[in-house]
Structure formats: C-alpha cells, structure tokens
C-alpha cells in the first residue's frame, strides 16, 4: 500500500549514526547552548526525541495536525476531559470501555461534569440530550465489547452544528482501517497498548488532535499533569507501527473467519462482529472502514454465564487475559474482567450481557484459531448431553 511505504519512510534514520533504527534517547535533561537556547529539547517530561518520533508517526497516520503519547490510554482520556470544566456534560456511547466509564463516573463526575450515555446506533438519539452545557461527544466505534458501530460522518455534522468537541475512540480498528478526523472528528484516541503495539509488551496511549490549537492545549495539561510515554516505550511503539499494515489486515482476515464459524453454532445465541452482514451497522462500517477489525463478541443461548466460563476453560490456543489487540489470541468474560466496574443493570443495558465472550483474534492460523473454538464447543456440547 501506498501508504505502508510513506508511513515507513517517515521514519527517520538517525542522523549521527546512520541507524535505521530509531535510537532510545535514555535522558531526563539535555544541555542547553545557553539559558533557554537549546536544540528544541530541554527536559524530557516535556518532550524527548523518541517520543517525538512516534508523535509524528501517529499524527501522520490519523491524518492529523499533532500527536501527543502518552502513559496509558486512560491518561490521554484523562487529558481530553482535562479541557472540560465544572458544570460541563458530556455525550457518550452507552457501550462504553468500563476504563472511561470508571473514569466518567468515579473521577469526574464529582468535579461536576455529567455524563449521559446514550444508544448512538440512530445518530439523531444525542439530539435530546444536548444542552447549553453539552461540550463533548464521546464516541467508539466498533465498541468494547459488543462492536457497536457508530456512523461518524452523521455524528460529526450533528457535532459541528451544536458547537461539541467530537472525540472518537480509534483503538479497535487503528488508523490503518478508519480515520475519524477525515469524518469529523476533532479528537482521536487510542490505548496504543493495542494495535499500534501489537506485541502485548507495553502500555501507553495516543491522542491525536485535528488542529494545532487544539493539540497545544492537550499537550499543554500533559506537561502540565506529567504522564508522558518512556523513551523506550515510544520505541517499541515506533517498531509495531512498521508492521501495523500487515498485522491489522490479519487479524481482520482471522477474525471475520472466526466470527463465521461461530455464526453456525447453535450453543450461541449472538455472534457480534462488523464484517457479519446481518450486524447491526454492517453497512455504515463497510463505508468508514476498509475492514471490519480483529475483535469479536458472542454469548450463548438463556445468557449461561457458567457455559461461558465453561467455554474459556477449554480453550487451549485462546488465553484467557484482559487487553487485545496483540499478535496472540486472547479471551475474556467482559462482566467479570474489563466491564466488572459497570453496574450490571447499565452493562445490560448497553448489550452486554453475562455471558458474553469477547475474542482478540490473532495472528496464528484461521484453521487453528476455529479448531480450538470447535474443541471447546464440543465439550459443552458432550456435558450438556451427560447433564441431561
């Protein structure tokens, strides 16, 4: 692809050394020609040269004017809400990552700041709930867990017309498969833990801002509260993207394969994946997204939670862990892992029920990956005879 090469070439061979690969620049300081004159860094937390590569790297990828790493992706969700102030309210997706929902409610909400969550499927739903106070819309799309697909055009028009800041959550398809600002976005984020790492080796987060006014605020709060990205983070981060092109393609390859195999099982009630015809924004997903993603979700018939646990139990190849998005293939319970902290009537609510299964689909081979789900179902399928 075109862009693989341009993305490729934007990383800069070091020009003291000739080192293709970008060097780790371990410092705290640097020294200065003089008081204030030095040669564009001066102390790391506010900037270093290896952050600054996966900076440039991240904002070219989204199409955006800055990029700002930072050490987790709940402290570049921490920093977007920074710009709001007390009395603010914001829109958000109801299927919310329970990380932002845990945040929402139990960091900001005392401070002031209201949040309502709200079923995006039908854009026009956010129209009742935009007051004076609305500053923010807060948008994943496909969500966590249940692949919720947001039309991001629609939102964008909707948000520029009521005056919000529109901020879209990009980790589950990365750059390489949507890109939000060319849709309206005026804030893009990622747990960069995810795909842009793809190893399952780092934690860090990326915000990405359409214009430069806007990333000199959030770069501002992040030098201002201090939680930057390592050097040596930033260049594990600088190596995944080398590769993100031909991982995420993979993974969506697999996990549309996976999601069909598990579409004729009669042990599962629901199979929640984009690529899927008959999922529900199939078409708006297939219009925004050059594929469809390497997460999937599904739960079994009468939601029975202890077939699930049952299910994960036997899977040998799928290992049962939080995060995804990294080149192994990982399961996980939401309700009792990454969703546990969402009261379950809202969690329910929003679609995810007890026993739904979400799978980071990997890099191993399709036949594999489906002869490992097809071993487990049928154990269930020998226990449920033998119960009865």
């Not at 996980?332 to 546990?340: A, G, N, Q, R, V």
């Amino acid at each position: 692809m075109k862009e693989t090469s341009s993305i490729l070439h934007a990383i800069p061979v070091d020009p003291l050394t000739g080192a293709v690969s970008v060097p780790i620049y371990q410092t705290s300081t640097f020294v200065q020609d003089a008081p204030g004159v030095n040669k564009g860094f001066d102390y790391a937390r506010t900037n270093n040269p290896t952050r600054q590569v996966f900076e440039n790297l991240i904002a070219q990828l989204e199409g955006g004017a800055k990029g700002i790493a930072f050490a987790s992706g709940l402290a570049a969700i921490d920093a977007v809400l920074k710009l709001l102030e007390a009395g603010d309210e914001i829109i958000a997706i109801d299927d919310i990552y329970g990380g932002a929902f845990r945040q929402f409610t139990h960091v900001y909400q005392k401070f002031g700041i209201k949040v309502h969550y709200v079923d995006v499927s039908i854009p026009e739903n956010i129209i009742d709930y935009i007051t004076p106070k609305t500053k923010l819309l807060w948008i994943e799309t496909p969500t966590n867990p249940t692949l919720k697909i947001a039309d991001l055009k629609t939102l964008g028009s909707i948000a520029q017309s009521f005056n919000l800041l529109f901020c879209v959550d990009n980790t589950f398809a990365s750059p390489v498969l949507q890109k939000p600002l060319s849709l309206g976005a005026d804030i893009v984020i990622h747990s960069a833990t995810k795909y842009l790492g793809g190893h399952s080796d780092l934690i860090a987060g990326a915000v990405v801002t359409k214009t430069d006014e806007l990333g000199d605020k959030i770069k501002f709060i992040q030098n201002a509260s201090g939680a930057i990205l390592s050097p040596f983070d930033s260049w594990l981060l600088i190596r995944g993207i080398e590769t993100l092109h031909l991982r995420v393609f993979k993974h969506a390859e697999n996990a549309l394969k996976v999601a069909q195999f598990l579409n004729q099982s009669e042990l599962i009630r629901n199979v929640y994946y984009p690529g899927l015809p008959n999922h529900l924004g199939h078409q708006i997903a297939a219009s925004q997204m050059l594929a469809f993603g390497g997460v999937l979700s599904f739960d079994f018939h009468d939601d029975d939670k202890e077939l699930a646990l049952a299910f994960l139990k036997h899977l040998k190849l799928f290992k049962l862990a939080e995060s995804l998005g990294g080149a192994k293939s990982l399961c996980c319970l939401p309700s009792e892992m990454t969703h546990k902290s969402i009261p379950r009537e809202k969690r329910l609510s929003s679609g995810v029920s007890d026993s739904l299964v979400r799978l980071s689909v990997g890099l191993e081979d399709a036949a594999d990956l489906t002869e490992d789900i097809q071993r487990a179902l049928n154990k269930l399928k020998i226990n449920t005879i033998q119960h009865d």
